[in-house]
Each structure stands twice: as structure tokens, then as C-alpha cells.
């Protein structure tokens, strides 16, 4: 099942700063232990902040599961909220209004418990017995018939924040002025208890597991309490944590018997866990219930999960599972995110069935072309190749273009797809991701997976790892992003990539740019798209001029990167849709991929960059097909290459080739210049990660047939089998 852990790191994504800010964060190695452990359980995870754009986000990651419209997933609520009062309560509130399922307690289970309060009323009502206690609003005020010494604490903070022992009206009187100058709110005066203290974890909904007892172990300590540097690890002394604690079994179904009072009086759900103090004569006192336990490797719920024999894994599956259950009636599936914890080069059913099971549907108002029917869906499935989608309106335009026969391979799947040499990743990719969804490869571009869906699929798309799948390789958090981007000044150009970015709707756009125009170094934001022929309609929504315009506002260079291979692929819609956005202002560039069967033929290149260069498209790169897996019948070797560039470029203006042919190559970006008399293949590097080596000249020992820099005797400059692109995807 699709997995969304959400927390907040820092108060970053709110409208305006305002209330009492949130003093609490997980910490980050407990959230990613939850990840991992949510990971290895066989659930697919993105992590995501508990912000403003928190719904956007999820919308993305988990859309409704087809015509059953039931929700794609569920949320793993690590979120303590950001500011303002009954801080737990928003995210879930939040997930409620936009109906994704989550862990733990609803939003009145966390308000409950976070009132302290109003818990004791809930917990004397239930039986659970608990200090007396009083309410004081200023200093000065008396705690009318208790009895010294007393705990003052804020009545709405968990974690011990602003605790105090007091031990007479002095002390009391400045313990409370603390507490309501500093925290803004009342403070709660309670009986401190001298005795022992007992942490109950209770773990589920119906039944209710009761974890085995927790003991602090006090010792040693001239305050018998947790402190809130106790809690946060800052002490010398730090109480011992003793499971099972060493209690008779009595005592044991009396502090049980309480903390289920407990929880249920605060109509707590999923997990929690209920402190305890034990007087001398052996009564118990509830001091608090926590409604979102800490999962903190060190604390005390997770020990007691242990000592009941669940393994950090086991937990955080179990806790989805119960809250799975409370909705669903049974436990989450697990291996939902098979497709990409497999590895590269599985498709998930869902794209399979969606896009290839040759059915014509209509997915969010885009018609698709039903399957040509070279290969069954199962077929399709089992060896292993890519489901057929593509456009009704991009099927259509093929056949009106007199070119169907070329265009065709362009989408349709082949048998040449079956088994053959390559790889999944040609571009090692993932050693240049530097933050979920970000690669950085060359200094000044930064380019941004923002989604795994196209249009339609390109049979030779080198993303086919990702394109169609719930990829973990997708931008997640964009905060994040936009943190690195800031803190590599030398970045000045961002790519939205994917997938193609236009498949997201043009408020998603907006949430992204939200991150980015921010920036002040950025000069330029592309988009690399192909719906300006796969769906060029896409570009009559208003929206999108909108958007244009703001990246221009800001100050920075709306472009937009297209990818026409042939040109056939251009009519009418596309050629409109391309005078709208000159007219925004946007630049235009093309980039395309030499395709056997598709365009290799000068005469077919020369006259599709004429078109392109009449429309206002600025010819960009002609990219070498890379030895992608499934995909090496596109190829065409070097030399060949090199004659159809030559032979197009001699009836071209200098205006309409400034493109370069290039091998987005491991090592950089390559371009390809001649076949020389001696036999060697000259190159120069046009990118390379070391600015010093671009412009070099160098060369191999040509051998016949060869399609990449790989083929060729030599090349030390390229460890692996492999291409690179930082200007690919769309
Ligand atoms: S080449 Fe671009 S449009 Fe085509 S499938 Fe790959 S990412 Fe999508």
C-alpha cells in the first residue's frame, strides 16, 4: 500500500506566522526509522510536511484508486502541528476534509489529550483516578486546598515543556507567571505525587493491546519526574526505563484498567500511551495521555513493543494495519509498491491495466487510442515491456499526416522490444539525485522529476523505469528542493522534468513555482514537455498563460523545451498552441531523438527543423537514441549519424541548425563531429561535471556499427554502459 509519513520539520509553510508556535519536532531519525521500517514492511513511502501544501501533495501521490474511487493509500500521521491551539488536530483535520484515511487519533481524540484539562474531567468521569489539581490563570492566584509541593505545568503542551516542582506560594506565583507569559495560555496546577511512575503503550482499537509495563527508574534523582530534558535526552541522569516493570499483577490490572479509561475517554484511536504515578500506599494516578506516542528508538513505547516482541518494523505495520482495520475492516496490503520495490523495469498493474489493457478511455478528460493490439496486455505484462498509451489526438494526427508508417513506432509497441541489451537506468540518475526528485549534474541546471506520467509513452523513453509507475524517484517535497537549489548559488536554470511536468494541473504548477520563484538566482525555469503534439489542448487552458506570465514576473525566463521528432507530428492545434506561448513571451526550443524508422533521413530532419525554425522553435539538441533497455532497435550507429546530419545541415540556414547532435553520455554531454580519414571518431565535450573539460576534442577508433561512446575500443572517459541526460525526459 502507498504509504505518506507526514511531519513537520520547521514552520516554514504557513500563510503568515501567527499564534503560539508549535515547540515540538520529531526528530528526524525517528521519521526516517519509521520510513524504513514502513519500507522493509513492503509499503511504498513519500514523505511529506504537514503544511499548507500538504493536500496538494497527497493529491499527487495519492489519487482515488480508479472507479472505485477509494483512496489510493493512507497517511502516517507524525505531525505535531505548526502553531496555534490544538496544534495535533490540523493535519488530521486537514486529511478528513480531503478523505485520506490516516494513523492515530482523529482531531477530537488530540485536542482531548492535549488539554490536560479537560482530560482529567474526561478521565474522573471514566474512573480513572488522577491528582487533584486547579486551574490558574496569573500569578499571585492561590491553589485553593492543595497540598505543597506541586507540578505546574502549560495546560496545553505535551513533552514537559514548562514543567516546574514547586514547594511553596513563592515559587508557585513565578512558576505561574512563567508558564503564562512564556507558553500564552493557563496553567495547571496538580499534587505532585511522590512514588513511582508507570509509561502503558496501548496499541490498537478493538481489541486494545496493552503493552507491557514501562517503570522510570528514578534513582539517584533529587526530582522524581521526567523533565523535559529528560525527554529530549539532554540529562546526565536521564531516568532508566525498566520493561516489564516489576509490579504485582493486581497493581498491574489496576494501571491497565486506567490507562484503557483513559484512552477511551479522550476517544483516542490507533496508539497512545498513558503516564502513571504510583503513591507509596500503591494507588495509581494518570498523570497524561500522549494521543501520538513518541516512536523514538529510545522511548518508552517502543520499548514496551519490543518487550511484547514486535520488531520496529512489525510496529509501524502494525499501526497502519489497525487503522487500516478501523477503516477497511482488514489489514493494509502489503507490496503495493511492488513495481518499485522490485526494482526498475516492472510496471505497476494499474498502468498496465489503465494504459495498455487496449481499452480507449478517457483519463482526466485526455482521450486515449485504444491498443494497436501488436502484443495482449498480458503479454505486455510478462515480458516485461511498457503498457501502449497514447492520445486519441496524437494517434489521429499521425495517420492525417501522411507519415503513420514512420510515426507509428514513435508509440506502438514491437517485438524488437522483447529481451535485446541495455539498461534500465542508462543514466545513472540516481548517483546525481541529490534530493528526492532533484538531480544536479551540471553547475548552473538543476532538473526536477515532478512526475512519472506522460501524455503517451515513447517506446524508446529512456525515464521507462519511472514513466507509469508510483516512482519513489519523483519530487516529494519541494521545501527541500528549493533549500538545496538556494544553497548551490551556481544554480541558475531549473528543468521540470519527469514524466512530462504538463501532465500536472496548472494549480500543482503554481505549488511548485510557489518554491522556486522565490529564489532569487534563478534567472530561467523550463519546462520539457511533449504535449505540444501528444496534446496540444492542453495549452488552451487559461491557467496555464497565467503561470507564464508570474515565472516572467519574477524575474525569470519562462521556456518551454519540446520534443517533435518528425514533422508529422505538428498540425494545426500545435501549431496555435506554439504561437501562444510566443506571445507570452515564452522561449521555445525543440529537442529531438534520432529514431530509426522514425527520422533518420536528412531529408525528414532537415525539413523538421525548417518547420520548426518557421514556427518560432528554436532547434536545441538532436540527441543520440541512448542503449536503453528494449530500445536499442532505435538506434542508429554513429556514422550514419553523422551523414544524416551533415547531409540535412547542407540544406539548412545558419539560423535553422543551431542544434547540436550530442550523446547525452555518463560523463556529459557529447557532441558528435566526425568520422575521420584516420578512422577515429571525433567528439567534443559540450557539458562535462568538470567545467574544464568542456570544449575538449577527443576521439576513438571507429568501429563499424558502433551506436554509443561504449561500442568503441577506449573510452575510459565513460566507466559504464551507460548515457546521461540532464535535458531529457519530456
Ligand atoms: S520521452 Fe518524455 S514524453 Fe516520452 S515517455 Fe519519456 S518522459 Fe514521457
Known amino acids: ?109 488530540h485536542a482531548l489529550a492535549l488539554d490536560k484539562v479537560v482530560t482529567k474531567i474526561l478521565m474522573r468521569e471514566a474512573g480513572a483516578p488522577t491528582p487533584a489539581y486547579r486551574v490558574l490563570s496569573r500569578a499571585g492566584e492561590e491553589a485553593e486546598g492543595l497540598r505543597f509541593p506541586l507540578i505546574v505545568k502549560p495546560r496545553h503542551e505535551s513533552t514537559s515543556y514548562g514543567l516546574h516542582f514547586v514547594r511553596d506560594g513563592r515559587e508557585l506565583a513565578s512558576a505561574v507567571r512563567e508558564v503564562v507569559e512564556e507558553y500564552q495560555q493557563d496553567a495547571l496546577v496538580e499534587e505532585y505525587i511522590e512514588g513511582r511512575e508507570v509509561c502503558v503503550g496501548l496499541l490498537g482499537n478493538d481489541p486494545v493491546e496493552l503493552l507491557p509495563l514501562v517503570e522510570l527508574d528514578f534513582s539517584g534523582r533529587e526530582l522524581r519526574a521526567m523533565t523535559w530534558a529528560d525527554k529530549h535526552h539532554k540529562t546526565a541522569n536521564e531516568p532508566r526505563r525498566i520493561c516489564p516493570a516489576a509490579v504485582s499483577e493486581e497493581l498491574a490490572g489496576r494501571l491497565r484498567a486506567a490507562a484503557l479509561a483513559t484512552f477511551r475517554a479522550c476517544r483516542c484511536r490507533d496508539y497512545a500511551r498513558v503516564d502513571i504515578r504510583i503513591d507509596p500506599s500503591g494507588e495509581p494516578f494518570v498523570l497524561e495521555i500522549n494521543s501520538m506516542a513518541s516512536l523514538g528508538a529510545g522511548g518508552a513505547f517502543v520499548l514496551a513493543a519490543k518487550t511484547a516482541g514486535y520488531t520496529f518494523e512489525a510496529l509501524v505495520c502494525r499501526i497502519v494495519d489497525v487503522a487500516h482495520q478501523r477503516y477497511f475492516g482488514t489489514a493494509a496490503a502489503r507490496g503495493g509498491g511492488a513495481a518499485v520495490e522490485e526494482g526498475a523495469g516492472g510496471w505497476g498493474a494499474g498502468a498496465q491495466e489503465s494504459a495498455a489493457a487496449g481499452e480507449a478511455g478517457a483519463i482526466g478528460g485526455v482521450e486515449y487510442a485504444p491498443c494497436p493490439g501488436v502484443f495482449s496486455p498480458q503479454q505486455l505484462r510478462g515480458d516485461d515491456i511498457p503498457p501502449y498509451k497514447a492520445t486519441r489526438f496524437y494517434e489521429e494526427q499521425i495517420r492525417r499526416s501522411g507519415h503513420y508508417e514512420r510515426l507509428r513506432h514513435v508509440v506502438e509497441p514491437s517485438l524488437a522490444e522483447v529481451g535485446g541489451p541495455g539498461a534500465w537506468d542508462t543514466s545513472g540518475e540516481g548517483e546525481h539525485t541529490v534530493v528526492r526528485g532533484l538531480q544536479h549534474k551540471f553547475g548552473p541546471t538543476a532538473l526536477v522529476l515532478a512526475t512519472d506520467q506522460c501524455f503517451s509513452h515513447c517506446r524508446f523513453c529512456f525515464r521507462k523505469r519511472l514513466v507509469s509507475q ?17 544553497e548551490h548559488a551556481e544554480i541558475t536554470d531549473v528543468l521540470l522534468s519527469g514524466g512530462d511536468p504538463l501532465v500536472l494541473s496548472t494549480e500543482q504548477l503554481h505549488r511548485i513555482m510557489d518554491h522556486l520563484l522565490p529564489i532569487g538566482q534563478l534567472t530561467s525555469i523550463r519546462l520539457g514537455t511533449k504535449a505540444l503534439t501528444y496534446y496540444p489542448p492542453r495549452f488552451q487552458d487559461t491557467g496555464l498563460a497565467d503561470l507564464f506570465r508570474r515565472i516572467a514576473l519574477a524575474g525569470k525566463t519562462p521556456a518551454v523545451v519540446a520534443h517533435v521528432d518528425h514533422f508529422g507530428e505538428i498540425g494545426e492545434e500545435t501549431e496555435r498552441a506554439v504561437r501562444k506561448l510566443l506571445a507570452l513571451g515564452v522561449q521555445l526550443f525543440n529537442q529531438m531523438v534520432l529514431l530509426r524508422e522514425v527520422n533518420d533521413d536528412a531529408d525528414i530532419l532537415a525539413a523538421t527543423l525548417g518547420k520548426l525554425h518557421s514556427l518560432g522553435v528554436r532547434p536545441y539538441y538532436l540527441f543520440q537514441a541512448r542503449p536503453v533497455k528494449g530500445a536499442g532497435h532505435f538506434q542508429v550507429p554513429l ?30 554531454k557529447i557532441e558528435i563531429l566526425e568520422v575521420g580519414e584516420d578512422q577515429r571518431l571525433y567528439l567534443r565535450y559540450h557539458q562535462h561535471r568538470d567545467p574544464r573539460k568542456i570544449g575538449l576534442v577527443f576521439s576513438r577508433p571507429y568501429r563499424e556499427g558502433a551506436c554509443w561512446l561504449d561500442d568503441l575500443a577506449g573510452s575510459s572517459e565513460a566507466p559504464c554502459a551507460a548515457g546521461s541526460v540532464l535535458d531529457g525526459g519530456a
Do not use: W
Open 1 to 109: 500500500m502507498k504509504v505518506a509519513v507526514v511531519r513537520n520539520r520547521d514552520n516554514h509553510g504557513v500563510i503568515s506566522r501567527f499564534g503560539q508556535p508549535c515547540p515540538e519536532v520529531y526528530g528526524s531519525r525517528s521519521v526516517q526509522n519509521v520510513i524504513d521500517g514502513l519500507r522493509a514492511g513492503g509499503h511504498t513511502v513519500a514523505f511529506f510536511e504537514g503544511d499548507k501544501r500538504l493536500i496538494a501533495n497527497l493529491e499527487q501521490f495519492l489519487p482515488p484508486e480508479g472507479e472505485s474511487g477509494r483512496p489510493g493509500g493512507m497517511v502516517f500521521n507524525m505531525s505535531y502541528g505548526i502553531q496555534g491551539d490544538c496544534r495535533y488536530a490540523h493535519v488530521p483535520a486537514m486529511l478528513e476534509m480531503a478523505g485520506v484515511p490516516y494513523t492515530g487519533s482523529t482531531p477530537l481524540g
Open 470 to 486: 508510483t516512482s519513489e524517484e519523483v519530487a516529494c517535497d519541494y521545501g527541500l528542493i528549493a533549500e538545496y537549489i538556494r
Open 639 to 668: 556514422r550514419r549519424g553523422i551523414e544524416i546530419v551533415r547531409e540535412a545541415n547542407g540544406r539548412l540556414s545558419g539560423l535553422q541548425k543551431t542544434y547540436r547532435y550530442v550523446m547525452s553520455h555518463y560523463t556529459g
